[in-house]
Nanobody
Framework: QVQLVESGGGLVQAGDSLRLSCAAS????????MGWFRQAPGQAPGKERE????????????YYADSVKGRFTISGDNAKNTVYLQMNSLKPEDTAVYYC?????????????????????WGQGTQVTVSS
């Protein structure tokens, strides 16, 4: 049974940093690409979760949404079956529930890795709240 468990969320002030973790079990971690997505409060029903960052399996190529580029860093530790999202210079508009997801296909390129429906497994999410 595949499980993705996020942790590290919390309430911080604008300009602060947080590091999210996603521990994976039940899958061959090094065979999956991993992504982070978020869903802001009051998001319109039916709207897809917003892509944040992804790291491809084996090659370790990273992708970022423009809104977080330069502030967030995604990384993975195959030995710990864990993917991280280091978030610096947080802004109130980063407030959201953050989800990690695992993708089985060997696909590359931002349009494909940023599409949430390409992902096979999802965690339950962790809340990040940034106050101004």
């Amino acid at each position: 049974q595949v499980q993705l468990v996020e942790s590290g969320g919390g309430l911080v002030q604008a300009g602060d940093s947080l590091r999210l973790s996603c521990a994976a079990s039940g899958l061959a971690f090094s065979s999956f690409s991993m992504g982070w997505f978020r869903q802001a409060p009051g998001q319109a029903p039916g709207k897809e979760r917003e892509f944040v960052a992804a790291i491809t399996r084996n090659s370790g190529i990273t992708y970022y949404a423009d809104s977080v580029k330069g502030r967030f860093t995604i990384s993975g530790d195959n030995a710990k079956n864990t993917v991280y999202l280091q978030m610096n210079s947080l802004k109130p508009e980063d407030t959201a529930v953050y989800y990690c997801a695992a993708l089985m296909k060997a696909i590359y390129g931002l349009p494909l890795v940023s599409y949430p429906r390409n992902y096979n497994y999802w965690g339950q999410g962790t809340q990040v709240t940034v106050s101004s």
